[in-house]
T-cell receptor, first 114, second 113 residues
Framework: AQSVTQLGSHVSVSEGALVLLRCNYSSSVPPYLFWYVQYPNQGLQLLLK??????LVKGINGFEAEFKKSETSFHLTKPSAHMSDAAEYFCAVSGAGGGNKLTFGTGTQLKVEL | DTGVSQNPRHKITKRGQNVTFRCDPISEHNRLYWYRQTLGQGPEFLTY????????KSRLLSDRFSAERPKGSFSTLEIQRTEQGDSAMYLC???????????FGNGTRLTVT
């Protein structure tokens, strides 16, 4: 069984500040990890993914995430927030089986202030 | 790549009525997924098809819910005798192979009055 915990349902940062969204996972098999972004009344858009190999993964819009097996974490970061980053962010995990079914966290709403 | 298409975008229905949603996946994707998302929550898995075969169903999918993918292309999700608790965003996603990212549609928002 897999699960995802996203710490902080709401995060607020100033424009230009560091963005850090936290994700911890639980998986009985080597995980495949994903971050998605959702804008109001829209579906989810993939930001980045970790499958195997390099543990620092770069995604779209300047986001990146680091897979840390010892900490079972996959935190999302961006060095400098932009107003357009305001959205809801979801971390998700899939395991070796389960038909690539994703298990999502409850999401983090990111607010970017001037 | 025209993306995953879902229709309708919005559906308002009265309790007890039946509703049907349609999903057209990306054409070369053989895997299709349905998820449900309620306010303030992440998407919850409902069911999954590989081609026309429905391979997994969540316990969330009660007997009132049925999904089909008759020719391995588009899929429909039907809810019979809708209840207010069915009000949610229903998301469809597709992918070409195991562990490929899911590509999501914009969802169908269901409101049951």
């Amino acid at each position: 069984a897999q699960s995802v915990t996203q710490l902080g349902s709401h995060v607020s940062v100033s424009e230009g500040a560091l963005v850090l969204l936290r994700c911890n996972y639980s998986s009985s098999v080597p995980p495949y990890l994903f971050w998605y972004v959702q804008y109001p009344n829209q579906g989810l858009q993939l930001l980045l993914k970790y499958t195997t190999g390099a543990t620092l993964v770069k995604g779209i819009n300047g986001f990146e995430a680091e897979f840390k097996k010892s900490e079972t974490s996959f935190h999302l970061t961006k060095p400098s927030a932009h107003m357009s980053d305001a959205a809801e962010y979801f971390c998700a995990v899939s395991g070796a089986g389960g038909g690539n079914k994703l298990t999502f966290g409850t999401g983090t709403q990111l607010k970017v202030e001037l | 790549d025209t993306g995953v298409s879902q229709n309708p975008r919005h559906k308002i229905t009265k309790r007890g009525q039946n509703v049907t949603f349609r999903c057209d996946p990306i054409s070369e994707h053989n895997r299709l997924y349905w998820y449900r998302q309620t306010l303030g929550q992440g998407p919850e898995f409902l069911t999954y098809f590989q081609n026309e075969a429905q391979l997994e169903k969540s316990r969330l999918l009660s007997d009132r819910f049925s999904a089909e993918r008759p020719k391995g292309s588009f899929s429909t999700l039907e809810i019979q005798r809708t209840e207010q608790g069915d009000s949610a965003m229903y998301l469809c996603a597709s992918s070409p192979r195991t562990h490929s990212p899911l590509h999501f549609g914009n969802g169908t928002r269901l409101t049951v009055t």
